[in-house]
């Protein structure tokens, strides 16, 4: 079945610049989704891509998307404290409403 | 905005209590998602529903069922509750087949059987 794998932790400085990196395996991707999730609380759209693209900047986020490899990445420019969550890939195939979550990647910004 | 409610956000129940765990939208969403998250495994979607009465399975329905006799709501019920149901459960909505199928969460009820 479809599988959707991130690294579980990363830790940056305050001002760099931190990458987190997703594999899927689901060819027939339509989107895939950043979701962000802030301690105590659920998920929130970061961002997404459709999967005829291949980079989608907003901001301080860049979303870089290689469809040979199945790879997915989130670029956060500057980060901050606040970018401190969990910050999950998501992926959804055509013809279905469900979507794939990875496992997680806690992010931690410190000073 | 957008506002998915959950009925609690900590729970503690005792093994083989029944447990309904209720969730409530405001935006006349279609599908209703039921997960669970545990630490390095990411959600897991227990049962989803697309429409009033129907419901279909996830990757992990085994102890729970669902029920979906109004739109705007969504139950998740455990049976018997054992331990290994300890978990956050979060519920999520979003239109069917919308422009960005993005799904909105719930804050996450917090369960803890003992």
């Known amino acids: 079945g479809e599988d959707v794998e991130q690294s579980l932790f990363l830790s940056v400085r305050e001002g760099d610049s931190s990458v987190i990196n997703c594999t899927y395996t689901d060819s027939s991707s339509t989107y895939l989704y950043w979701y962000k999730q802030e301690p105590g609380a659920g998920l929130q759209l970061l961002t997404y891509?459709?999967?005829?693209?291949d980079m989608k900047q907003d901001q301080r986020l860049t979303v870089l998307l290689n469809k040979k490899d199945k790879h997915l990445s989130l670029r956060i420019a500057d980060t901050q404290t606040g970018d401190s969550a969990i910050y999950f890939c998501?992926?959804?195939?055509?013809?279905?409403?469900?979507?794939?979550f990875g496992t997680g990647t806690r992010l931690q910004v410190f000073p | 905005d957008v506002k998915v409610t959950q009925s609690s956000r900590y729970l503690v129940k005792r093994t083989g209590e029944k447990v309904f765990l209720e969730c409530v939208q405001d935006m006349d969403h279609e599908n209703m998602f039921w997960y669970r998250q545990d630490p390095g495994l990411g959600l897991r979607l227990i049962y989803f529903s697309y429409d009033v009465k129907m419901k279909e399975k996830g990757d992990i329905p085994e102890g729970y069922s669902v029920s979906r006799e109004k739109k705007e709501r969504f139950s998740l019920i455990l049976e018997s509750a054992s331990t290994n149901q300890t978990s956050m459960y979060l519920c999520?909505?979003?239109?069917?087949?919308?422009?960005?199928?993005?799904?909105?969460f719930g804050p996450g009820t917090r369960l803890t059987v003992t």
């Open positions: 999520a909505s979003s239109l069917r087949q919308g422009a960005v199928d993005e799904q909105y």
């Open positions: 891509i459709f999967s005829n693209m």
């Open positions: 998501a992926e959804k195939s055509y013809n279905t409403d469900k979507l794939i």
